[in-house]
């Protein structure tokens, strides 16, 4: 009780600097449905200011090993692009990549983890872009010009116009899941176990090429 109380305090404080009130108010709700255990830790990594798009682009800050993927570069080739989209950018024909960090201290394990993305069409052909969430850095084709393959057990991914098939809500344009029940391509674990593998306790996300992406949440429960 006391450790709900505290977290909505906290967040209200978070909304007050950043966000519009109407934005604010769905990624309470939403952020509601976690309900973390007395003795756990409830972490929120935010990229991207929640501002309805508003103001000055807000970087992105993927690691370099996924900003440098052969697959992300060729099409920046194919298109002329020099750069990646950054939140809150317009336009279309750019990919959006960052990386979503600190998901749980070292050592420690979420037993919850919820990821929100507030995103819109650029007004171009954004039905059909493609969404890949997890681990985007191990390609299976690591030659020069290969096709940077990842690994099916690594990530998942959905379509804009059908996220609610894999798994995904929306509640106005921002799109929400909880990440246990969000399976890698090849279905051999979720998104959530992918944040509690190894030591990198980050989780990537790639948004094809007409987005425009406000801000991305990932929260967590995390045990003693
Ligand atoms: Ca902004
Ligand atoms: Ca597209
Ligand atoms: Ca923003």
């Known amino acids: 009780m006391i450790k ?28 509601a449905g976690m309900d973390c255990a007395a003795d756990e830790m409830f972490l929120d990594r935010t990229s991207g200011s929640e501002d309805n798009y508003g103001g000055a682009l807000d970087p992105a800050t993927p690691r370099a090993n996924l900003a440098d993927s ?5 099409y920046n080739t194919t298109i002329g692009a020099t750069t990646n989209r950054q939140y809150d950018q317009g336009g279309n024909n750019r990919f959006f990549i960052d990386t979503i960090r600190n998901l ?6 979420a037993t919850q983890a919820m990821l929100l993305i507030r995103m819109k069409s650029t007004g171009g052909q954004f039905d059909t872009d493609s969404l890949l969430f997890g681990d ?38 921002i799109y929400h899941a909880d990440l246990s029940t ?43």
Do not use: Y
Not at 70 to 74: D, S, T, V
Not at 104 to 109: D, H, N, S, T, V
Not at 204 to 217: C, E, M, P, S
């Open 182 to 224: 969000i399976m890698t391509r090849d279905g051999s674990r979720s998104l959530l176990d992918i944040i509690n593998a190894g030591n990198d306790r980050s989780l990537d996300v790639l948004v094809q090429d007409d987005a425009n992406v406000d801000f991305i949440k990932i929260a967590t429960c995390v045990a003693p």
């Open 136 to 173: 985007l850095r191990r390609h299976g084709d690591t030659s020069p010009g290969g096709t940077g393959l990842m690994q099916p057990s690594d990530f998942a991914s959905a379509k804009a116009d059908n996220m609610g098939a894999t798994g995904w809500s929306q509640t106005g344009d």
């Open 104 to 109: 749980r201290p070292a050592g420690k394990q």
């Open 4 to 31: 709900n109380f505290t977290r909505i305090a906290l967040m209200a404080g978070t909304i007050a600097m950043t966000t519009t009130a109407a934005s604010a108010e769905d990624t309470h709700a939403i952020l």
């Open 70 to 74: 052969p697959a992300i570069a060729n």
